[in-house]
């Protein structure tokens, strides 16, 4: 882990925000390469791609909840 990762935590409050704001920033770099891809089977790797980092980003938010 280095320094900037360290400073990036601090500088957004908890590792948490940090985990939600790294996969909901993943879905959309993901999203706008499937609005360019152009084969089916890589629109579809895409769209799993989404849905997983979306899903990953509720888990951590209902996980925070509970605390």
Known sequence: MD???L???SDTGSSEE???AYYRTA???A???Q???TTPRLKQYLRELVAR???L???IVSASEKY
């Open 3 to 5: 320094a900037g990762y």
């Open 7 to 9: 400073n990036e935590i």
């Open 18 to 20: 940090v985990s939600v």
């Open 27 to 29: 879905a959309a770099r």
């Open 31 to 33: 999203r706008r390469l």
């Open 35 to 37: 609005a360019e891809a």
């Open 53 to 55: 980092c979306e899903q």
């Open 57 to 59: 980003a509720g888990e």
